[in-house]
């Protein structure tokens, strides 16, 4: 059974059109993390949430945005998506510390 | 700041023959280590991980080693198999945090 949960897997927006991104979990964990990974690289950290509280990578644009509405959900916004937003995205969860459990990603295609 | 890094980027097997990936880390405070597997257009699966107080674990077909003077682990697998061509990442943990630091990656490609 599914333990995180993405959708869409696959998303095509045009330049400049905001989408979001969803993840959910049945895992009831408190972390929840979005990560961006282009080609073969490692999954980069944009932000997580230790339960509501919002933690943003320094690095991270302010063209992505995050909200976790409940324990068992969260979405990744892209306010204006560049052609370099285009990669996978991936959503995880965790306990406070421990391993972190992978969804199974939705690939962004910007046109 | 911790960096965790590959010895090879690539890494290509025989069916059956046991495959060994390699990983360093810097960070000394790091204590809890995370071996993933990505197929291709899926999400890291957990494979097997180790804590800083064991030198070794085992799991199925896979064995993690860990030696800590060095800041050196490995992921081993035995008689590797088609379905086990990956890219195979290793992932670092502070125990104060919950954020992992992950190396490169090594692609591997097991040969029929």
């Known amino acids: 059974d599914a333990m995180v949960i993405q959708n869409p897997r696959y998303q095509v927006t045009q330049f400049g059109k905001p989408v979001t991104l969803s993840c959910s979990q049945t895992?009831?964990?408190?972390?929840m993390y979005w990560y961006q990974q282009k080609s073969s690289q490692a999954p980069k950290l944009l932000f997580h949430y230790y339960d509501k509280d919002f933690n943003n990578e320094a690095d991270t644009p302010d063209n992505f945005q995050s909200r976790r509405p409940n324990t068992s959900f969260c979405f990744l916004d892209i306010r204006s998506p560049g052609l370099g937003d285009a990669a996978m995205y991936l959503c995880?969860?965790?306990?406070?510390?421990?391993?972190?459990?992978f969804g199974p990603g939705t690939r962004l295609t910007v046109l | 700041g911790e960096s965790v890094g590959l010895h090879l980027p690539t890494l290509s097997v025989q069916e059956g023959d046991n495959s060994i990936i390699n990983c360093a880390y810097s960070n000394s405070a790091s204590d809890y280590f995370i071996w993933y597997k990505q197929e291709s257009g899926k999400g890291p699966q957990f494979i097997i991980d180790?804590?800083?107080?064991?030198d070794k674990r085992q799991g199925q077909r896979v064995t993690v080693l860990l030696n800590k003077t060095v800041k050196h682990l490995s992921l081993q697998i035995a008689a590797t198999q088609p379905g086990d061509s990956a890219v195979y990442f290793c992932?670092?943990?502070?125990?104060?945090?919950?954020?992992?630091?992950f190396g490169e990656g090594t692609q591997l490609t097991v040969n029929p």
């Open positions: 895992l009831n964990h408190n972390v």
């Open positions: 992932a670092a943990q502070e125990t104060s945090g919950s954020r992992l630091t």
């Open positions: 180790i804590r800083s107080n064991m």
């Open positions: 995880a969860t965790s306990r406070v510390v421990g391993t972190q459990y």
